[in-house]
Nanobody
Framework: QVQLVESGGGLVQAGGSLRLSCAAS????????MGWYRQAPGKQRELVAD???????NYADSVKGRFTISRDNAKTTVYLQMNSLKPEDTAVYYC????????WGQGTQVTVSS
């Protein structure tokens, strides 16, 4: 089992920035993928960005050039730096870990006002 604890959501004006963090603990496999997904009201959950344990990143087209995903040297914490935020970025953001287990965080609300 892998537990994920997210932090860093909040309310920000359009054009502002936020940084999300997700700390993983438990039975972490050395080869894994961690990422961020989001779900807006009435919409399906979608991938925002993910990063492999080898450092390969992948972004949704809608956030390329604005968001940056990274992870710490211990590879147990993943970050999402969100710049130039837009009202359409408003959603609940979920952290996900995929190794032997597939685990989700509880979600953190990001609200971008216009």
């Amino acid at each position: 089992q892998v537990q994920l604890v997210e932090s860093g959501g909040g309310l920000v004006q359009a054009g502002g920035s936020l940084r999300l963090s997700c700390a993983a603990s438990g039975s972490i496999f050395s080869i894994n993928v961690m990422g961020w997904y989001r779900q807006a009201p009435g919409k399906q959950r979608e991938l925002v960005a993910d990063i492999t344990s080898g450092g390969i990143t992948n972004y949704a087209d809608s956030v390329k050039g604005r968001f940056t995903i990274s992870r710490d040297n211990a590879k147990t914490t993943v970050y999402l730096q969100m710049n130039s935020l837009k009202p359409e970025d408003t959603a609940v953001y979920y952290c996900r870990y995929r190794g032997y287990a597939d685990s989700w965080g509880q979600g953190t609300q990001v609200t971008v006002s216009s």
